[in-house]
């Protein structure tokens, strides 16, 4: 499947196709008919087609088409009417406002079901529509079709954006040059017609010397005529001249015309680009040779075309290269290394860790803010000699052509320690009211050790930074060919999980929970298992984290959540109405808006359970980095009676505010301090005070990772409620599980 960089890729492509193209077309019919064909398949579009509004019916007449489904634009209806249905599409939309309109789930979307039959049958998935200027006002509508949801991105957006506005300015200049073409004809008819012309013009003698100028010229440099007569026009090239000189085999000499750039001079000594295009008028029997100019200010084509590059190769917020702009350079440094043997390349991929929780937390301005700063600090390590480029959201790239492998070895580390050192002292940002400390992970790859291949050195200096992020972040680390066969595994591991729930692949553990006092059996934990078709059973530690990055974990959350329910509906009856299920619930899963609490409620209610038979399970970092959304699904579960439980205690940051900002029932002691209170003193005594502590705020103790008898008693003794691990029972499916009896012998039993 193609990734998103792929389709942006493609994008570039055909904008620069499209692009080079305009430049040749001179017919309008020609430059959309190209423009739709290039886009579709060049660019990966199902189907481009341009329409414009006939302002009677209101309807969208399609003036031309290219890919799949064109033919179904002679049978629906379109239109930009608002109170009708088949006028709140996106080409109505973008019609109304002047503004791109996107649909990325067009299956989903209310305002396409006018045309839903038709997308299925073509398959389209996201739609998109822009407005085309022409002289300010809408010209036409720009459609585009794509297979895959979610195609419209920001960057694709944009790029298509831009290319409506070349578009636009391409239309313009062929008004312009049809303009240009009657205002010469009409100066051949009648020579005083010129005068009134908003088209600057020149007549110039057979030596270049001016003869007359129009108001529009005399405006536009600043010289008024009286100054202009008899002498050359005001411009800086040498070469214009050797243009003029028809006689002594300028360029003239040989053709009845010339066009080109060239830089004017205004009476007030500024330069400025200009189009100047020269014809010959012939020699008759009244009059001698001569030539008509005329002259074109370029300076706001200049500005627009040099934002149109800024758009394509820059990143806007930070100014540094973006993808397309560092992937074409390393492309052409990779080129240059083939062929000469003193040439090595390498990359520096750069990740910020946790960039994420910023934005989250902090708002995305601050986001921008450090985005920025980082830019300038990577900027600095990079050096001259260096191209620095941001990659998109939190991901930066630096490349850099050494003149030996020596000398590749000694600049990647230089540069990489110079990034992980630099990047982690503290940010100071307008408006922060405190400092922000933040670090990288860095993955070198170089060349020809690594990669002979531009998208393969990226890919390789990436593994490595993921390399680095696994290692425990805030480093840099260089590629090696174990790297590859991770990576590998840890795609085909991916693509495995996507398809395991749906494949019956999971299945729930349960671990008892043991009341100290009694030994009575009254809690259980669900734990998650996946068992894979070709590596067997996979690590929680491994897969989990794979299903949060992927998102998968949703879908499983909610599996989880159903199956443990019906499973302590069945085990209420066995072991009594005290008896409760933990679920571990993912931060994913809270900061999701999408994962309803009330839903998981209303089927708790729908079978007939209690909320008190529910604990869910969090980790304190959640609580540390609480968002809006977390806070409220907390709150839900409070207000409904599902109790809470906190994880893993006294390994992260939680502090008293949290325990008493949040409604905490239980708190889980790390099984590294259960495991170290039989011979560690400093441990045993800091497991007792947190059981106090807890008892004091109205909180129940968990001792997880009981495995001896010393430690079941030692926290009996002081107090703590309840125990897991595996001294009483390792995790049990539902079976054996039911084997088991109510009530956990104690030693005071079998004495």
């Not at 729930?501 to 008892?512: K, N, R, S």
């Not at 125990?723 to 054996?736: H, I, K, M, N």
Request: charged share 25%; hydrophobic share 40%.
């Amino acid at each position: 499947m193609p990734t998103i960089s792929d389709r942006h890729d493609r994008f570039y492509n055909a904008v620069l196709a499209v692009n080079q193209m305009m430049v040749t077309v001179r017919d309008e019919h020609v430059l959309y008919r190209e423009l739709c064909r290039v886009l579709v398949e060049d660019g990966g579009l199902v189907l481009v087609w341009v329409g414009r509004v006939d302002q009677a019916s209101l309807q969208v007449k399609p003036i031309c088409n290219f890919g799949a489904g064109g033919e179904f634009l002679n049978d629906v209806l379109i239109s930009v009417d608002q109170e009708i249905p088949q006028g709140r599409g996106p080409t109505g939309v973008a019609w109304r406002e002047g503004r791109p309109k996107v649909v990325n789930r067009y299956r989903e979307e209310p305002a396409m079901l006018p045309w839903r039959d038709v997308a299925q049958r073509y398959g389209w998935r996201s739609s998109a529509a822009f407005p085309v200027f022409r002289q300010g006002k809408i010209e036409h509508i720009l459609g585009l079709y794509h297979q895959e949801e979610d195609a419209f991105d920001d960057e694709v957006i944009r790029l298509v954006s831009a290319l409506t506005q070349t578009v636009s300015f391409a239309l313009e200049n062929l008004d312009h040059e049809s303009l240009r073409q009657d205002m010469e004809i009409q100066l051949r008819q009648v020579a005083q017609v010129y005068e009134f012309s908003s088209q600057p013009m020149l007549v110039l003698d057979e030596s270049g010397r001016i003869l007359s100028a129009n108001h529009a010229y005399e405006t536009m440099s600043g010289y008024p005529l009286d100054e202009l007569a008899g002498r050359h026009p005001p411009v800086f090239d040498e070469t214009f001249q050797f243009v003029l000189h028809a006689r002594s085999g300028g360029l003239l000499a040989n053709q009845n015309s010339w066009q080109g750039r060239v830089w004017g001079r205004r009476r007030n000594g500024d330069s400025f680009p200009q189009w100047m295009v020269i014809n010959v008028v012939p020699k008759t029997e009244a009059s001698a040779a001569s030539f008509v100019a005329t002259v074109t200010d370029m300076t706001d084509r200049m500005r627009f075309e040099d934002t149109i590059w800024r758009q394509a190769n820059l990143d806007l917020l930070t100014g540094l290269p973006n993808r397309f702009l560092f992937h074409t350079r390393l492309t052409e440094e990779m080129v240059r290394a083939r062929n000469h043997q003193d040439i090595f390349p390498l990359v520096l991929f750069i990740d910020i860790d946790q960039f994420k929780q910023v934005n989250e937390f902090m708002g995305h301005h601050t986001g921008d803010c450090l985005l920025m700063e980082i830019a300038g600090r990577i900027r600095g390590c990079a050096g001259e000699r260096t191209l620095a480029a941001r990659l998109g959201g939190d991901e930066f790239a630096v490349m850099f052509s050494a003149m030996s492998e020596a000398e590749q070895h000694k600049m990647a580390h230089s540069i990489g320690e110079c990034l992980v050192k630099g990047l982690r002292e503290p940010y100071e940002l307008a408006g922060s009211e405190r400092s922000l400390y933040m670090t990288t992970s860095v993955g070198i790859a170089m060349y020809p050790r690594d990669a002979g291949s531009t998208e393969t050195l990226l890919q390789k200096a990436e593994q490595a930074m993921y390399a680095a992020k696994a290692a425990g972040r805030n480093q840099m680390v260089f590629y090696t060919r174990g790297m590859q066969e991770q990576a590998i595994e840890r795609l085909n591991l991916l693509q495995d999980l996507r398809n395991a729930l749906a494949e019956q692949q999971l299945f729930l553990e349960y671990q008892p929970i043991i009341r100290l006092k009694d030994g009575h059996l009254v809690k259980a934990e669900a734990l998650l298992r996946w068992r894979n078709p070709r590596r067997g059973l996979v690590s929680p530690g491994e897969f989990i984290p794979l299903a949060e990055e992927s998102g998968a974990i949703i879908a499983m959350g909610d599996w989880v959540f159903r199956t443990s329910a019906d499973w302590v509906k069945q085990t209420l009856q066995r072991l009594g109405d005290e008896f409760q299920v933990s679920i571990n619930m993912s931060p994913v899963q809270f900061r999701d808006p999408n994962v309803s609490v009330a839903n998981w409620l209303q089927y708790l209610q729908a079978m007939g359970l209690e909320s008190q038979h529910v604990v869910v399970e969090i980790t304190e970092g959640l609580l540390m980095d609480a968002s809006e959304e977390v806070s409220r699904k907390l709150l839900d579960f409070r207000n409904a009676g599902v109790q809470v439980a906190l994880d893993d205690f006294g390994t992260g940051y939680s502090t008293l505010s949290y325990l008493r900002r949040f409604d905490i029932d239980y708190l889980k002691i790390d099984r590294v301090f259960v495991s170290s209170m039989t011979h560690n003193s400093s441990d045993a005594a800091l497991v007792e005070a947190i059981v106090a502590m807890a008892h004091k705020l109205g909180l129940k103790v968990i001792a997880e990772g009981v495995e001896t008898d010393i430690q079941h008693e030692m926290l009996r003794q002081i107090g703590c409620d309840y125990g897991q691990g595996f001294w009483y029972s390792r995790p049990l499916d539902e079976a054996r599980f039911q084997q088991l009896s109510g009530r956990f012998p104690l030693q005071e039993d079998a004495a």
